[in-house]
Every structure is written in structure tokens, then in C-alpha cells.
């Protein structure tokens, strides 16, 4: 090889192939087969063999992996989605690869090393990339033929929110192109008990037969969908402006959900840009956990909407005061509802009693009560700002026992 690099390289590729596949069954609980199965740990060992010498064979000169090189390797891809790998175990398989060749290429490299060091290291970084976009379609395409759809939407879900570059790969694999943004919608879904796994599998199912976009049920209570949308910028501002069709097609989305689900459900929205949605995704979960309950979902909250009760849930002591507020309007005639449907209209005794269904007369007492429990004059200043964030946190359910 004319190098002492790559001549050194060369000498450690069967301890370092025997290494990587050590790593992989120690790390990652879906590839211990290499523990059980003699078959597929000789399959996994002349493998990682097989791509040390054919790196070496190449990259001395800068030649790229052939075509047959990239399905030798998309073959492997395929094997472990075979074993039942998931496409989570497959990101860790990916980067801990990475990480290894790159820590053995440092490892045998010395300060002569430099003009070999440079040349390798080019060649990893664009070989690399089509190695691992190689081995991701192999095993994106057995997966399409093993796995439910559902569970493939729910790879791509999830690569999506956790910034991960596979997820262009996985869109392909169900038959959806990668929009520029999304808006990240998180549906809560609080209650006792839990919705069954075999429920939120059904339910997601039935919702991707109406909308085809990226959706998952990632815990009990939380269903996410991704709707594409187009951010475009205001006019002098950094700030995005949220696209109305989205909206529309999100709260469609919710709407469906909601009666799909047949509960009570809290919305969060947050839009992103692909590549930046895991912050989008948080955002929008915490939304969704102090936005309030909605029988029939009608609107999608964003953080203008709960800023408050964001910064509330945040403070126990504040918390904790205003729940005591709660406790004590739970002792009047429907005075939470009151309140909400009370500042829902602005204050507007005609329009808060016709919602009501009562004669203004009987709102007017409703309001003396409140202002006998709590020392509070709803219709004040300092009424509106403390007794709308204690309405606001009893509907999200957050004090729920």
C-alpha cells in the first residue's frame, strides 16, 4: 500500500472487525443475536472485515465504492432488518460504525501520517455518507416488506422529530416527500386508563387513511402529527408567519382525532423547520400540557396562547396558590365554568349569560360569589389576571387527582 497508515490499517482489520462487532452486541439489546447465532455473528464479522479492505482499497487513490460495493452493503442493511432490527437500532448501528472507523483511523495514524491522514479521511466523509444511505435502503426496504405501514409512518415520525438525516430515506420507504417545514401538532389525551396499545395503533391507522402525513402515538397519552407547511418570513422581521392552509389541514387533523378518540383532548402547536423540529416537537408538548381540555377539539394553541400558564406550571409555590383559588371556587355554583365562559367574552354580562344558558341576573350572583371566596373582583384588573390563569390551569387538567 506505500504507507505506513494504511499498511498499519491493514494489519489490525481483523482485530478491529472483531472489535466493532463486539461493540455493537454489548451496546444495542436487538444485535446480541452475534451471541447466540454462530451463523450471523461469522455474517457480521466478514462483513466489517470485508469493508476495512475494501476502504483500503480505495481510498488510497480516491476511488468511490461501485455500484456493486453499495448493494453488497445495502444486502447487509436487509440482513438486519430480517433479525427484527428497528430503524432506532439502526441509527445506533450507523453512527457507532462511524465512530469506530474513525477512532481506528486516528489510532494508526502518526505525525508522518499527515498526506495519508488527509486522503482517507476525505474518502470516509463522501464514501461514507453513500455506505450509510446504501445500507439504510436495504434495510428500509425489507422493512417495507415485513412492517405494517403504521409502523413505518412511525419510523419516519420519529427520525423526523429527532432531527435524524435518515428520515428522507424512510419518506421515501411509505410513499411521502419531506416537506421544507411542518407544523409539529401534539394532541393530549389525559384519562384514566390509558388508551390500549392496540387502540392508538387502530386509531392512527384510521387517521392515516384520511391524512397522509407523518403521525406517531409515542406515549399513552400524547398522538403527533407533522403537517406540512411553508414558513415564510413577516416583512422586516425574523419572525415566521404560520401558515394558514396548515392550520386548516392541522385542525382537520385534531378534529378527526378527537372524535376518533372519544375524550376530552388539549392541542399544542409548534412550527419547525425539518432538521429543526426536535425543539419544535417540545415546544408543542408542553403547549399541549397547559393548553386547555377541549371536548371536541376547535383550536390549536400556540405558546401566545398559554405563555402564562407555561410560566405558571413552571413555579410550584404560584402553582400551588392558585390551585388553593381553584379549591375554593369548586365550592360555589359552577363558578370555574363561569369564569371561562365570563372571560371567553370578554366580560360581556349578555353575551357570558346567553352562553350560559342563565338570566344575567344569576350571573351577577355567580360573580358576588367568586368575589366572596376568593377576595378577587372578576371584572378588575387584578381579577382578570389571576382568575384567568386559575380557569386556564383547571381546564388543562393539570390539577386533576
Avoid at 310 to 329: F, H, M, N
Wanted: proline share 5%; with cysteine.
Amino acid at each position: 500500500m506505500g504507507s505506513h497508515l494504511f499498511a498499519e490499517l491493514a494489519r489490525r482489520t481483523l482485530d478491529d472487525a472483531r472489535h466493532e462487532v463486539e461493540v455493537y452486541g454489548r451496546e444495542i439489546p436487538e444485535y446480541r443475536f452475534v451471541e447466540d447465532d454462530g451463523r450471523l455473528r461469522t455474517e457480521a464479522l466478514e462483513y466489517a472485515v470485508w469493508l476495512r479492505r475494501r476502504t483500503l482499497e480505495l481510498a488510497p487513490e480516491g476511488t468511490p465504492l461501485t455500484q456493486e460495493d453499495l448493494d453488497n452493503i445495502a444486502s447487509m442493511g436487509a440482513s438486519r432488518a430480517r433479525t427484527g432490527m428497528s430503524a432506532a437500532s439502526r441509527r445506533r448501528v450507523l453512527g457507532l460504525h462511524t465512530n469506530l472507523m474513525l477512532r481506528e483511523i486516528q489510532e494508526a495514524s502518526g505525525p508522518e501520517n499527515t498526506d495519508e491522514l488527509m486522503r482517507i479521511m476525505a474518502w470516509f466523509t463522501t464514501q461514507g455518507t453513500r455506505g450509510i444511505d446504501a445500507y439504510t435502503r436495504g434495510h428500509v426496504a425489507e422493512q417495507k416488506r415485513r412492517l405494517p405501514f403504521v409502523a413505518r409512518v412511525r419510523a419516519l415520525t420519529t427520525a423526523l422529530l429527532t432531527d435524524d438525516a435518515l428520515a428522507s430515506g424512510l419518506a421515501r420507504a411509505v410513499g411521502m416527500s419531506l416537506a421544507a417545514s411542518y407544523e409539529v401538532v401534539v394532541v393530549h389525551v389525559p384519562g384514566r386508563p390509558a388508551l390500549a396499545a392496540a387502540g392508538r395503533e387502530g386509531t392512527v391507522e384510521a387517521l392515516l387513511a384520511r391524512h397522509r402525513v407523518p403521525m406517531a402515538w409515542p406515549r399513552a397519552e400524547e398522538l403527533v402529527t407533522l403537517v406540512p407547511a411553508d414558513q415564510d418570513r413577516a416583512p422586516g422581521t425574523a419572525q415566521p408567519v404560520r401558515d394558514r392552509s396548515a392550520r386548516d389541514r392541522a385542525l382537520a387533523f385534531v378534529r378527526d382525532a378527537g372524535q376518533a378518540v372519544a375524550r376530552p383532548c388539549a392541542i399544542g402547536t409548534s412550527t419547525g423547520r425539518v432538521h429543526a423540529l426536535a425543539d419544535a416537537y417540545a415546544r408543542a408538548r408542553r403547549i399541549s400540557l397547559a393548553a386547555p381540555l377541549q371536548p371536541v377539539p376547535r383550536r390549536l394553541h400556540t405558546l401566545a396562547d398559554v405563555f402564562v400558564e407555561l410560566a405558571v406550571a413552571e413555579d410550584r409555590e404560584i402553582d400551588t396558590w392558585l390551585s388553593g383559588i381553584a379549591r375554593s371556587l369548586a365550592r360555589g355554583p359552577e363558578l370555574l365554568a363561569t369564569l371561562e365562559r365570563y372571560y371567553a367574552h370578554d366580560m360581556h354580562r349578555r353575551n357570558t349569560a346567553a352562553a350560559l344558558n342563565i338570566h344575567p341576573r344569576t350571573l351577577d350572583y355567580r360573580l358576588q360569589r367568586v368575589r366572596q371566596l376568593t377576595d378577587v373582583d372578576p371584572g378588575s384588573a387584578r381579577g382578570v389576571r389571576i382568575l384567568s390563569a386559575v380557569v386556564a390551569r383547571a381546564s388543562s387538567g393539570a390539577w386533576m387527582t
